[in-house]
């Protein structure tokens, strides 16, 4: 068990740049979350994935935002035409059903926006 | 709707003192209640949890928290405090109806410890 994974660990854009960010869940973990964290701030929750369905998305996520998860296995998060406001850091949690309540957290995406 | 609020955005005690961090929580079901420490640049870890049973839970690092339901809180202690336990501390709230589900976190403490 290698833990959560993220990448880029880093990613600099200019306003209007579309990115995406990947995630991969421990494995066998069958939820998916996606947080947002911006500076001294808590942790504020975007979207999460059960297997592969998408089953809720906060009002944060604007039309700007997508995110997939194929295979119910590794996820991905778009934002498109990014702007100043989505400078943060991204952070990608999983965790099994009927087995543990924790979220194992990977170690986020910082998005710089410019 | 689940909230959290932690008190005291900024706490700062002397190594070897008792850590305090405060979390109170509102939840119109039955929750879960977590906190999770954040070292700069880093994801977060899970110091301990409450889910369901013995309301007094001891976690990681000697740090433990006591779920109180008639105050609706959930405060960190420690009884002696370490350089290295100087971090970004969360307090977040769950819904036990759905099996966990979203994580609602509080704004965070930031603890400091003085040689």
């Known amino acids: 068990d290698t833990g959560v994974s993220q990448n880029p660990r880093h990613k600099i854009t200019k306003r209007g740049q579309n990115v995406t960010f990947r995630c991969d869940p421990i494995?066998?973990?069958?939820?998916l979350y996606w947080y947002r964290q911006t500076l001294g701030q808590g942790p504020e929750f975007l979207t999460y994935f059960q297997n592969e369905a998408q089953l809720e998305k906060s009002r944060l996520l604007s039309d700007r935002f997508s995110a997939e998860r194929p295979k119910g296995s590794f996820s991905t998060l778009e934002i498109q035409r990014t702007e100043q406001g989505d400078s943060a850091m991204y952070l990608c949690?999983?965790?099994?059903?009927?087995?543990?309540?924790?979220?194992?957290f990977g170690p986020g995406t910082r998005l710089t926006v410019t | 709707a689940q909230s959290v609020t932690q008190l005291g955005s900024h706490v700062s005690v002397s190594e070897g003192a008792l850590v305090l961090l405060r979390c109170n929580y509102s939840?119109?079901?039955?929750?879960?209640l977590f906190w999770y420490v954040q070292y700069p640049n880093q994801g977060l870890q899970l110091l301990l949890k409450y889910t369901t049973g013995a309301t007094l839970v001891k976690g990681i690092n000697g740090f433990e928290a006591e779920f109180k339901k008639s105050e609706t809180s959930f405060h960190l202690t420690k009884p002696s405090a370490h350089m290295s336990d100087a971090a970004e501390y969360f307090c977040?709230?769950?819904?036990?109806?759905?099996?966990?589900?979203?994580?609602?976190f509080g704004q965070g403490t930031e603890l400091s410890v003085k040689p």
């Open positions: 949690a999983s965790t099994a059903t009927g087995v543990d309540y924790e979220q194992y």
């Open positions: 494995s066998e973990h069958n939820r």
């Open positions: 977040a709230v769950s819904d036990r109806g759905n099996q966990g589900g979203k994580l609602i």
């Open positions: 939840s119109s079901v039955p929750p879960y």
